[in-house]
């Protein structure tokens, strides 16, 4: 996304008013206006800046709201920024805060966001999330992290109670999309030293959204009421809000068809049957996460990965259509890039091995493994890593079996997942299943990863690749540096990419307003209404 | 699903007191199992569920690892019993050969009864001799350890274990193995200290044996009876065992499977039109319980018959 | 009995502190730690979060400040993984829930079995025993996660009688399959138990002094054969126990219901040190003290054991 593009977008979205959910013509509200969702798992945490996880996310966007907020195709509107200014230069943006209430009745100012912000770069906080203030570029976020300097010394400040201004290290073109990430959210200043780590605990917990929540009991269920003393209430129609635990996606499937849930994930491979069921309610939109198997090239990697055939080879023999067809069955896409297909201005490299024929490609693999000295009767002899899961074992059973017949022989090893991100980090694996998520919607969030000093577990580097993001920060035209970079990963193979994600899920058809259009599946409570059946 | 101790320590006693009669409880025994139906029927189906799990890989179409493509993605259609295309139990959901997935996951299921119920006996006999050969202060010393041991719940360590040292079959062996040695060492400590002070021991004592040589040559065979029990009602449990942890999915490594793995696998998708998936391994898996039961008990009462 | 009381107890110290620290080494020397995330923290942040949990110390020293702290404040601190609560919370929240579900199918199996073993042995080779014996045998070996989701399809998809999961304490609708699941196997166990016992005690010189007395059948059963034929049942009684409480994390995955076997299975493949040491030693606790109201049990109802 270009710098240019970013500033329409905005200005365009800052024209419309409010955006406010209406049934459509012919739709008569339900009475009972309660939407209750499906949680594989507890909440973790309910503090915007100890949240680290997508279930956590849903719910704060219930409980607060930044200075922006996303319409339903995940379009930056504004939230508690009633509007904002940004200098010539591109580094100081002011906000102007709209006047709106804490659930206690308590101002929202200016303060409460630098006091938020601040908060999540305290080291003392520990906060997992501190890296996305950085990612925002906010001034000195780096030093403050590392110790170097005082939270205080943050570019944020409270020029009054309604005005904010934010100073960055160097100009931004994204930074606005940030500003609906749960980590930016406000938090009341008061509460929080008041009760300290409890604060968000459902006696304690004070917000900014259009819900406050009514009980959180661990591990079962978590309830979120509508907010009279949210600014847009009047707009707010769905009154409660249920998140419900089912650790076990097929009993959370039966629950859901017993009329319990009005939105569960499917499990993989019964999307076909569901589909043809339950046509208005079997839902399958792309998700901006894309699947891979990793390999290692590091020091500690096995000797075989160093030789560019070999991956080339495990590349091209694995057969993705049938990964996606026949296996997952979701409406996922078989993986060629490393970057979701879905992102917003991404053209995929042309002339890649997608489109030959996969007899083609297995005699090619054959050749590339003859050529580096393999075959099956001196395979290469790999261990591959996942983390436990349903999906990802029989993923990993697929590979293992398209693998096997040139040569290439893979012992599976499955470990949980405190185990696999430990040795993902240490550098102690051959081949590991890995999946990425977009935190924005641009291909810079995925490409990131393989930067030598990105994520790149695998440690493969490339100085060619490293410049071409470097020079993407602040390019104008980024389409072409991108598709370059994934030239790069598809010659070099660091990492066998697999799938992009699709959210495959079963709806309830009388609810309305969950958004479809959105790659990164942000949802908003108050967008929702219930429609009588 | 439990253990009868009371029973195991009357059949225990009945050894020591036909040790001092001089008459063999197994004279008899032969012929009063042989007419135990419910025990031969157990019998019966332990043979064939062995000779399954040795011979009945050769039957097999297909391996247990090989993903059928032409089934794969239709399961629910293409994918249940059929002897045309050689899934004669179906495929799982990759489309993988059922029939030979249950050959391989018996293999497993009975290795890890049988080599655990080995080890906890083994461990069992051993301490619960020594303790109760060597008596004074290691007997008690021994014994209370035992008394700590027991209250310490069992399957979070097993857990723990498997967590710390990852998916592995020598310690799942092992873990599922050391749960159940305690009870076995008081019985065999109780019997050993009625053993000890007949002539027979003192003759040996006398004669410049070693501990070790009386206890191994002297104390143990008297308790085989004990032990042979105890060995066969262990095993199921052991099963049962194994079957949660992989459950809780810290059991075999893929391609490999086992009864648990298979059922909890089936169990899942129940509701999905593919009910041989859950039939097919639970039948193998209830049946040898029930056989390993019946031959238990039936070996117990021929060995302490009781008048009824 | 005091006395033995007492021993009992005085064991029961080391005990602990032995699980306490095995438990405690396990974890810390199993790969991964609480804070490994997919993104690899800053070492500033990881820094903080090490010291904050008391991480850095030398392990003998983290294990005493974890004992003072537990022993002297009952404190088992703050959880690794959900930051805004304690375990003290967790458990507080967690626990009752089990013992809610886990007592009534405690109650549920020694009822239902002792009765159905009863019957059973008084019955002896008609069809009712032969009932009682199938049922036990079947319900037995059936894996109680096959019959979590049979039950959810059942009675929540079918018959829309009872919700699929969660809980109140309230509103029984929530107890009655947790209970079904988590008893059935304990209650065949049990009357498998009770009936062969029965059977033994029924055949015994001293009934059939009473019977020859002319005593009417069921006073011979109540006076005589019930209470000496408990006695296996109630050796039974404290692994069944233990049991239950282990198996509770099948009940917490299928049902939902938020109790602490779920939350020892996560701590412990999440690595949260505290949350799973607070549950391994309550879960230690209750074990020594179950055995211990067994064996009290057993003196009480058999005379003839001495302590």
């Known amino acids: ?533 | 699903m439990v253990i009868d101790q009371s029973k195991m320590q009357s059949l225990a006693d009945r050894f020591v007191e036909a040790e001092v009669k001089g008459r063999s409880p197994w004279a008899d025994a032969r012929r009063r199992f042989l007419r135990n139906r419910a025990a031969m029927l157990g019998l019966t189906i332990l043979v064939l569920v062995s000779l399954f799990a040795v011979i009945g890989g050769q039957f097999a179409q297909w391996s247990n690892e090989e993903l059928d493509f032409s089934v794969m993605g239709q399961v629910a259609q293409m994918g249940q019993p059929s002897l045309e295309n050689g899934h004669y139990f179906g495929t799982d959901n990759l489309g993988r050969d059922l029939y030979a997935r249950v050959v391989q996951g018996t293999q497993i299921s009975l290795m890890v009864g049988i080599v655990g119920a080995a080890i906890a006996v083994i461990v069992g006999t051993l301490y619960g001799a020594t303790a109760g050969y060597v008596g004074g202060r290691t007997d008690q010393i021994m014994m209370r350890t035992v008394d700590i041991l027991m209250s310490i719940p069992y399957m979070f360590v097993l857990i723990l274990l498997l967590v710390m040292f990852g998916r592995s079959m020598s310690m799942l062996f092992l873990g599922i193995g050391l749960i159940s040695w305690l009870d076995m060492s008081r019985i065999v400590r109780g019997q050993t200290l009625s053993l000890k002070n007949r002539e027979f021991i003192e003759a040996a004592r006398a004669t410049g044996v070693s501990s070790f040589r009386i206890i191994i040559r002297h104390i143990v065979p008297n308790l085989l009876g004990v032990v042979a029990v105890y060995a066969t009602l262990l095993v199921p449990l052991m099963i049962l065992t194994e079957s949660f942890i992989s459950f809780l999915g810290l059991g075999v490594q893929e391609p490999l499977t086992s009864w648990g793995a298979l059922i909890s696998e089936g169990a899942g998708t129940m509701n999905y039109g593919t009910l041989w998936q859950l039939a097919f391994p639970l039948f193998f898996f209830v049946i040898t319980l029930f056989g390993f039961f019946f031959v238990g008990d039936g070996l117990r009462d021929a060995l302490d018959p009781k008048e009824r | 009995m005091f006395a033995f009381i007492l021993r009992r107890l005085a064991v029961a110290i080391p005990t602990l502190l032995l699980l306490i620290v095995f438990s405690f080494v396990l974890m810390h020397l199993a790969p991964g730690g609480p804070f490994t995330g997919e993104r690899a923290l800053p070492p500033q942040v990881l820094a903080n979060l090490e010291a904050q949990y008391g991480l850095n110390d030398p392990l003998w020293l983290q294990i005493w400040n974890y004992l003072v702290s537990v022993v002297i404040h009952f404190d088992f601190g703050p959880s690794f993984v959900y930051p805004d609560r304690t375990v003290n919370q967790l458990i507080a929240n967690g626990f009752p829930v089990t013992l809610t579900y886990g007592g009534l199918s405690f109650l549920a199996a020694v009822i239902l079995g002792v009765s159905l073993g009863v019957v059973a042995a008084i019955w002896h080779n008609s069809w009712v025993d032969y009932l009682a014996v199938g049922i036990s045998i079947g319900a037995q070996v059936l894996p109680n996660f096959v019959m979590a989701p049979l039950l959810v399809l059942v009675f929540t998809l079918w018959y829309r009688w009872l919700p699929g999961g969660g809980w109140s304490f309230n509103d029984p609708s929530f107890w009655v399959m947790p209970v079904i699941a988590l008893s059935t196997s304990y209650m065949a166990s049990i009357a498998r138990i009770t009936r062969s016992s029965m059977l033994e005690v029924l055949g015994s010189n001293h009934i059939r002094t009473a019977r020859a007395k002319g005593m009417p059948e069921h006073r011979v059963i109540i006076r005589h054969a019930l209470k000496p034929a408990m006695l296996p049942v109630i050796s039974y009684l404290g692994p069944v126990f233990v049991s239950m409480i282990t198996g509770s994390v099948v009940i917490d995955i299928y049902f939902s219901t938020g109790g602490i076997g779920k939350a020892f299975v996560d701590s412990a493949l999440n690595r949260d040190y505290a949350v799973m040491m607070g549950v391994t030693i309550l879960v230690g606790a209750l074990t020594i003290l179950f055995n211990l109201i067994v064996d009290v049990l057993y003196a009480w109802i058999d005379p003839k054991i001495r302590y």
Request: charged share 20%; with cysteine.
């Open chain 1, 1 to 533: 996304m270009t710098k240019l593009f970013a500033t329409t977008a905005l200005l365009t979205a800052l024209a419309m008013p409010a955006f406010a959910v209406q049934p459509a013509e012919g739709e008569t509200l339900a009475e009972n206006q309660t939407y209750t969702y499906w949680l594989l798992d507890a909440i973790k945490s309910l503090d915007p800046a100890l949240n680290t996880d997508v279930e956590g996310s849903d719910a704060l966007r219930s409980l607060f709201e930044g200075l922006m907020t996303e319409s339903a195709t995940g379009e930056m509107i504004p939230g508690m920024a009633e509007s904002h200014e940004v200098s010539d230069d591109g580094l100081t943006y002011t906000f102007t805060l709209r006047e709106a209430t804490w659930s206690n009745g308590d101002p929202v100012t200016a303060d409460d966001f630098v006091f938020a912000w601040q908060r999540v770069v305290t080291p003392e906080t520990a906060s997992e999330y501190a890296w996305y203030i950085e990612l925002m570029n906010v001034d000195n976020a780096t030093a403050i992290i590392a110790g170097e300097m005082t939270p205080d010394q943050l570019g944020v400040a409270a020029l009054d109670d309604r005005t904010l201004q934010v100073t960055l290290s160097a100009p931004t073109p994204y930074f606005l999309n940030t500003l609906s990430h749960a980590t930016t959210y406000p938090v009341p200043r008061a509460v929080v030293e008041e009760h300290g780590q409890a604060w968000t605990q459902p006696a304690n917990i004070v917000g900014n959204g259009a819900y406050t929540l009514a009980s959180h009991n661990l591990g079962v269920e978590i309830v979120f009421q509508k907010n009279p003393a949210y600014w847009d209430a009047e707009n707010v129609v769905m009154e409660t809000v249920r998140g419900v635990t089912v650790n076990d996606t097929n009993v959370a499937l039966t629950r859901y068809q017993a009329g319990e849930l009005d939105r569960v994930q499917i499990p993989a491979g019964q999307f076909p049957r569901l589909s043809e069921q339950f046509p208005d309610q079997a839902v399958s939109v792309p998700q901006g996460c894309s699947y891979a198997y990793v390999l290692n090239l590091g020091e500690t990697g096995p000797e075989a990965l160093k030789d560019q055939r070999v991956r080339e080879a495990m590349a091209l023999s694995l057969n993705r259509e049938v990964i996606v067809d026949q296996v997952l069955q979701g409406g996922q896409r078989p993986a060629y890039s490393w970057t979701h297909w879905a992102i917003d201005g991404f053209a995929a490299p042309e002339d890649g091995m997608q489109d030959m024929p996969m007899d083609q490609r297995l005699e090619r693999a054959r050749e590339l493994l003859a050529e580096a000295g393999y075959g099956p009767d001196n395979p290469v002899r790999l261990q591959l890593q996942y983390n436990t899961d349903e999906s990802h074992r029989l993923l990993a059973i697929a590979a293992q079996q398209f693998w096997r017949p040139l040569g290439i022989q893979v012992e599976l090893n499955n470990v949980e997942w405190a185990v696999h991100t430990d040795r993902l980090q240490s550098g102690n694996f051959e081949v590991a299943r890995y999946a990425w998520c977009a935190d924005y919607n641009e291909a810079s969030t995925f490409l990131d990863w393989f930067r030598t000093d990105g994520y790149n577990s695998g440690k493969w580097s490339n100085a060619e690749y490293d410049q071409l993001l470097a020079d993407a920060r602040t390019a104008e035209d980024t389409a072409p540096l991108y598709q370059r970079a994934e030239e790069i990963l598809a010659e070099e193979v660091p990492a066998v990419f697999v799938y992009h994600y699709a959210k495959v899920d079963m709806i309830n058809p009388a609810i309305k307003g969950l958004p479809r259009e959105n790659l990164l599946n942000t949802w908003y409570a108050k967008d929702l209404y219930r429609v009588a059946e």
